[in-house]
């Protein structure tokens, strides 16, 4: 098993930039491939971005695509999620999620969830 603690979340003007952070503990996260989700109030969790195991594939949601960079650490155990030219429809919070099976843009693909971080963007 591994767990996952989500930081670096907050309030950010349009048009500027956060990073997330995602702390893995217990299984060495290089055995996991990783993914970012969000969720909006009313709305679906959806995918964000994913990476595999190797750290040699990346994986982004149409929405996101030049604007957010998804970046892992194995020696650190850590996953990180660099956010540019936020607007307000990023406001949502945020999710690392574990996959033993594979990279995919379905949550349900991933065994493993952190407890969110929100992300707020002002307009």
């Known amino acids: 098993q591994v767990q996952l603690v989500e930081s670096g979340g907050g309030l950010v003007q349009a048009g500027g930039s956060l990073r997330l952070s995602c702390a893995a503990s217990g299984r060495t996260s290089s055995s996991y491939d990783m993914g970012w989700f969000r969720q909006a109030p009313g709305k679906e969790r959806e995918f964000v971005a994913a990476i595999r195991r190797s750290g040699g594939s990346t994986y982004y949601a149409d929405s996101v695509k030049g604007r957010f960079t998804i970046s892992r650490d194995n020696a650190k155990n850590a996953v990180y999620l660099q956010m540019n030219s936020l607007k307000p429809e990023d406001t949502a919070v945020y999710y690392c999620?574990?996959?033993?099976?594979?990279?995919?843009?379905?949550?349900?693909?991933?065994?493993?969830w952190g407890q969110g971080t929100q992300v707020t963007v002002s307009s």
């Open positions: 999620a574990a996959s033993v099976r594979g990279t995919s843009y379905y949550r349900d693909f991933y065994d493993y």
